[in-house]
Structures are given as C-alpha cells and as structure tokens.
C-alpha cells in the first residue's frame, strides 16, 4: 500500500516490568505483564490500524493492548510469551501493507536532556502531569524526545534493562514521542546511554523533518 508509511515497527523482547506496569495503566487493552514480548506498530494515516490489528490477531495467539486511531497516526501493540508468536504477528502486517521490515522509517533522537539535582518545585509540576512513578526532589531527569513517537516505547525498555532508574512518564503516541526517566545520576546516565544506543541499532528510512508536534 503506496498510501501508507510503516512510521515504527519494532520488537521488545522482554518487556520490562516498569514498563509493562506504566502500559497498564495508559492502555485500554489486554494488559500485557513483565516479561512478555511486544511489537508497536505505528503508522499514517492513522485508520489503517484497525485493518493490520486484525490481520495480526487472525495469524497469532497474540494479544492487544494498544490500539489508537487518529487521522494522521495510529498505533497498535501486541504481546505474548512466544516471541515467535510476536513476531508472526508483526510479519501478518507487513505482508497485509505489503512492505518489508526495512521500509520502516529509522527513529530519530529530536532531542535529550539531563537535569541533575531537580529543584523541588520542578518535581512537583512534573509529578502533576506524569502516569509512572514519581519524581523526587535531588533526582536526575532525563528527558528523551524521538520521531516517530512509537520508538521511545524500545528507547525505554533498553533504558530500563540497563539502569535502576523510574519511569515517570512516557508519550507513545503523535508526531514525536518523549520519554521521563529519574534516578541517581550514575543511574541516569548509564539509561541515556543504553536508550540512545539502542536507537542507532534500528535500520529504516530517515523520517522528514519539520513535521508539527
């Protein structure tokens, strides 16, 4: 399908158990728990989703937890303790758009910040607007930005696997996607570290720049 731009497709391989928790709570889905491997899929125009959902839960054993529709993006997640049976699924969509895994678009760091020792009125605002676990006053923050959004959800696995840090917060979803991690600084920034590397080890096409948050 010409019309359609393969946005993200990745693999987790091990869902971290932060992460799993945190997709709980946003998601409106089959709740997926720690351990279980997962694929996002993201693409535009946004409607498409429901179509590749259903080639993907036809083929596997695979369940949902993520399904969101917008004109411009839409997104899906599915999990299961095979991976094989994950990544069966994620194959089911790209034979239904009819492109292969290297027709993805690359992710793209936009942007990534350490804030070391946060003030504690800058904690309390960010904890106002947070679905993970809380901000401490004296924390490290890092705040990390990709497009597309959907690879932040593999960003913040890696992150996690790496360093004993907390997941305060994550946008999975839209033009780009931003990702919240606090710890202690050492902590903080050995998960930059492994996020951002993970990101260089996804091959796909640039994405174009200049595209509206």
Known sequence: MADVTLRTYVFLDDLQPQLAAFIGTTAR?????????????????GLIINRIMDSALKATRC????????????LLEIHDFDKGQVRLGGQAVLD???LEERDRMKPRV??????????P???????KIRYG?????????????????????????EALKA?????????LFGAYGRLYLSGPEAEIDAAREAALHSLTTLSGIEPPRGEGR
């Open 63 to 74: 369940t949902p937890a993520i399904m969101v529709v917008e004109r411009a993006f839409g």
């Open 96 to 98: 239904y758009l009819g």
């Open 110 to 119: 936009v942007s990534d910040q350490v804030i070391r020792a946060v003030e």
């Open 29 to 45: 889905g089959f709740l997926p728990v720690p351990g279980v491997a997962a694929m996002f899929v993201e693409t535009a125009p």
């Open 163 to 171: 360093a004993r840090v907390k997941l305060v917060d994550a946008s």
């Open 133 to 157: 676990d809380m901000l401490l006053a004296g924390e490290s923050l890092l705040i990390l930005e990709t497009e597309p959004a959907g690879y932040i959800a593999f960003g913040a696995n």
């Open 121 to 127: 009125y800058h904690a309390q605002l960010i904890n």
